[in-house]
């Protein structure tokens, strides 16, 4: 069965930073690209990042571009994302979720979300 | 950045009715195009992708259409666990893009 657990979500002030992960079982990990997607209360999805199988390619969104880091340990199966220089606007909650192929870019499972609260 | 317009924003259906939900992409993203499903406090789930090609373990009431610019999602009579808000997402072009949803709401 796959599963994803994402953590490391709370509560930080402006200009912070944290780093959240994604353990992950059932699945070949170092095969799938993942991608961290979020939704801030209320509102729709926003892509974040995503880093290929073997963690050589990464992209991200404009909106964190120079403040997020994506990267992963294939030989722990986690997923992480850091966080710096942490504004308001990223509150939300955030979700890995794993590509459905190699590379395919659409995402068949998602983790539960852990809930990141940028605030003084 | 690709535009992905989803309409309506809510759509009031009856239990067996027929949903039709429509997505729009703002240039041609050819079929690179996936939809999910999201209820209250839970992740969302793939439908389809490849705009229509249902995803493991999907019931066949959900069908996906559309190339190029224009997408239609349809439940063909929905069951009292379809109520939910439903997104579409663009694979063709960096960045990533959703939709701002569709909800499904009973009538």
């Known amino acids: 069965e796959v599963q994803l657990l994402d953590s490391g979500g709370g509560l930080v002030q402006p200009g912070g930073s944290l780093r959240l992960s994604c353990a992950v079982s059932g699945f070949t990990f170092s095969s799938h690209a993942m991608s961290w997607v979020r939704q801030a209360p209320g509102k729709g999805l926003e892509w974040v990042s995503v880093i290929s199988g073997r963690g050589g390619t990464t992209y991200y969104a404009d909106s964190v571009k120079g403040r997020f880091s994506i990267s992963r340990d294939n030989s722990k199966n986690t997923l992480f994302l850091q966080m710096n220089s942490l504004r308001a606007e990223d509150t939300a909650v955030y979700y890995c979720?794993?590509?459905?192929?190699?590379?395919?870019?659409?995402?068949?499972?998602w983790g539960q979300g852990t809930l990141v609260t940028v605030s003084s | 950045e690709i535009v992905m317009t989803q309409s309506p924003a809510t759509l009031s259906v009856s239990p067996g009715e027929r949903a039709t939900l429509s997505c729009r992409a703002s240039q041609s993203i050819s079929s690179n195009l996936a939809w999910y499903q999201q209820k209250p406090g839970q992740a969302p789930r793939l439908l389809i992708y490849g705009a229509s090609t249902r995803a493991t373990g999907i019931p066949a009431r959900f069908s996906g259409s559309g190339s190029g610019t224009e997408f239609t999602l349809t439940i063909s009579s929905l069951q009292s666990e379809d109520f939910a808000v439903y997104y579409c997402?663009?694979?063709?072009?960096?960045?990533?893009?959703f939709g701002q949803g569709t909800k499904v709401e009973i009538k």
């Open positions: 979720a794993k590509d459905r192929s190699e590379w395919d870019l659409h995402f068949d499972y």
């Open positions: 997402q663009q694979y063709k072009n960096w960045p990533l893009t």
